[in-house]
């Protein structure tokens, strides 16, 4: 791994994590997933360490993600398997991280998604900023919310996160802290005081010296949401946001019809098995097994192509509209199994 796409710091107390790979948004290869368990392994028993503190040198973004395209290029040569891995570590962190015996602290400031939620979010302490920008938008590409956020989503109020989920909406600090994706929120230009103070004070006590930020817009309130998205399926969902004559919903009809329909349904599913499921751990488990099922799939190619490659955001799904998605086959991704698991949880192991 280049040693710069991570620095790592310890000063007083404070153990820090600063993702360097600006250019990628700090999208996260297996390199630097293995790097950053790593070195949280070795921190836990550090009595020298007593916070850590996960971070981001650009001010765009805390962590976009994966590296997409990196997976690809894995599953176009090695296959599926070997595509999931990077998940799979991934998720295995998110476990680490959520169980981790000292203080996590986490600065999601600037965009946090799909696997910066699986970084940022199972923090004990999450702080957000004005220029916070978080979201699962795996739908666009044909999979479906991961690394711990079918979770977080799972226990937002009412059926906010249902919707989230769906259509891969963005949440502002004010959205986020109610959905249950941060904890805290600080004006950016904060974050390098808070950092300093870490250094010498408990997480706690710096985390509750901080003053109340006024509230962003965070969109339609729980009962409008549940109006629509109280439904038995994705097709009646669609149905009620095409009668809706609110913005919002017709903002959310347009994300839905570019959404891949196989992987709206198999997202539905998932978002309501795992209000089912007792922890954490268990919905990491679900999740990899429904990616690893995905990735088999031809719209996950698809999908990284038009959105990321090409960039024409024309993909050809398959199916190519939600009436023929086969139930059937989404039956199979839920109740499918990938080849390996994910040994959890990792409270006492060494991640691998």
């Not at 360490?49 to 994966?66: K, P």
């Not at 950092?195 to 901080?210: E, M």
């Not at 509230?215 to 009668?243: C, E, F, K, N, T």
């Amino acid at each position: 791994m280049d040693p710069e796409l991570i620095h790592i710091r310890h000063t007083g107390g404070l153990g820090r994590i600063t993702l360097n790979r600006p250019g990628a948004l700090n999208a996260l290869n297996i390199d630097m997933i293995t790097h950053i368990t790593a070195r949280l392994q070795a921190w836990r028993h550090d009595p020298a360490i007593t916070t850590v503190l996960l971070d981001s040198t650009s001010l765009r973004a805390f962590c976009a993600g994966g590296d997409i395209r990196a997976i690809l290029r894995r599953l176009e040569t090695d296959g599926p398997m070997a595509a999931a891995e990077p998940f799979r570590r991934t998720y295995r962190l998110a476990s680490l991280l959520a169980g981790y015996p000292k203080p996590v602290v986490s600065f999601m400031d600037g965009i946090a998604m799909g696997g910066g939620i699986g970084l940022g979010g199972h923090a004990r302490y999450r702080i957000v900023t004005e220029r916070s920008c978080l979201a699962m938008p795996e739908t666009g590409i044909a999979l479906t919310p991961d690394a711990g956020g079918s979770y977080l989503l799972s226990r937002a109020p009412g059926l906010s996160g249902l919707r989230l989920a769906l259509t891969g909406g963005y949440m502002n600090a004010t959205a986020a802290l109610d959905a249950g994706f941060a904890d805290r929120q600080a004006h950016s230009s904060m974050l390098d005081t808070l950092a300093d103070a870490l250094i010498h004070q408990p997480a706690g006590r710096v985390v509750d010296s901080l003053p109340p930020c006024p509230a962003l817009p965070s969109g339609p309130d729980i009962a409008d949401i549940a109006a629509v998205y109280d439904a038995p399926d994705v097709p009646q969902i669609m149905r009620r946001l095409h009668a809706h004559p609110a913005e919002w919903a017709q903002a959310d009809l347009m994300a839905l019809n570019r959404a891949s329909p196989f992987s709206l349904y198999v997202t539905f599913a998932a978002y309501h098995a795992a209000r089912r499921l007792p922890d954490l751990d268990s919905v990491l488990e679900q999740e990899f097994h429904l990616i690893y099922h995905l990735l088999r799939r031809p719209d996950f190619a698809e999908g990284v192509r038009a959105r990321l490659i090409d960039k024409d955001n024309a993909p050809r799904w398959t199916p190519d509209n939600p009436a023929a998605v086969s139930t059937r086959e989404v039956t199979d991704c839920m109740q499918g199994r990938a080849p390996v698991s994910l040994d959890l949880p990792l409270r006492d192991a060494v991640t691998q």
